[in-house]
């Protein structure tokens, strides 16, 4: 039971990437799902969450208008397309699935947050 986000690498400043967050052994459907990044030297953070439906999206003021949340429940996977890149978008990706997105002043997270963190990708922008 595990979510696996890949789909970072390297790319110039005002490219794109598409990161997928593919969930194995459940239904990942029944969640919502964020996205979160971790810049070297930088506490996690936010990036983007989708509630179970899909009704309803959130993202960070950093991205918005640039980086897209969607799922494909037949596929059972959450994307996040990113248009373009900067240098700041550099970090680790995480994907993480809970039972609803809660994004406020305060708090970017989605709780009750299940399972793990994993792996994560790597997104570089180069300037």
């Known amino acids: 039971v595990q979510l696996q986000a890949s789909g970072g690498g390297l790319v110039q400043a005002g490219g794109s990437l598409r990161l997928s967050c593919a969930a194995s052994g459940f239904t990942l459907e029944h969640y919502a799902i964020g996205w979160f990044r971790q810049a070297p030297g930088k506490e996690r953070e936010g990036v983007s969450c989708i509630s179970s439906t899909g009704g309803s999206t959130h993202y960070v003021d950093s991205v918005k208008g640039r980086f897209t949340i969607s799922r494909d429940n037949v596929k059972n996977s959450v994307y996040l397309q990113m248009n373009d890149l900067k240098s700041d978008d550099t970090a680790v990706y995480y994907c993480?699935?809970?039972?609803?997105?809660?994004?406020?002043?305060?708090?970017?997270?989605?709780?009750?947050?299940?399972?793990?963190w994993g792996q994560g990708t790597l997104v570089t922008v180069s300037s």
């Open positions: 993480a699935r809970g039972g609803v997105c809660i994004v406020t002043d305060q708090e970017f997270s989605v709780k009750p947050q299940f399972g793990s």
